[in-house]
């Protein structure tokens, strides 16, 4: 059975700092290139980070490009999104996806709030 399973959202003060983890089961993380995405209550899904197969290759939204960093660790079938300098702003739900099946996560929470 296809997983993506995120953890590691929570509660953060701004400036502070979270990773992001997406732990893939039932298919073979390093066939594909990742990417995480993000949900504010009200708004439409947008993109925030994406990673090639090989881990050589990303690209981020301006909105938290030099603030956020995706890397993988493929023997472990994991993407993680280090997230620092956050921002009230960066509140959502994040999900990791595998862009070519498409596969998606349920997400996990982020809440930027003093």
């Known amino acids: 059975q296809v997983q993506l399973v995120e953890s590691g959202g929570g509660l953060v003060q701004p400036g502070g700092s979270l990773r992001l983890s997406c732990v893939a089961s039932?298919?073979?993380?390093?066939?594909?290139?990742m990417s995480w995405y993000r949900q504010a209550p009200g708004k439409e899904r947008e993109f925030v980070a994406r990673?090639?197969?090989?881990?050589?290759?990303?690209s981020y939204a301006d909105s938290v490009k030099g603030r956020f960093t995706i890397f993988r660790d493929n023997a472990k079938n994991t993407v993680y999104l280090q997230m620092n300098n956050l921002k009230p702003e960066d509140t959502a739900t994040y999900y990791c996806?595998?862009?070519?099946?498409?596969?998606w996560g349920q997400g996990t929470q982020v809440t930027v709030s003093s």
């Open positions: 039932g298919f073979t993380l390093s066939n594909y290139g």
């Open positions: 996806r595998a862009i070519t099946p498409n596969y």
């Open positions: 990673i090639s197969s090989s881990g050589g290759s990303t």
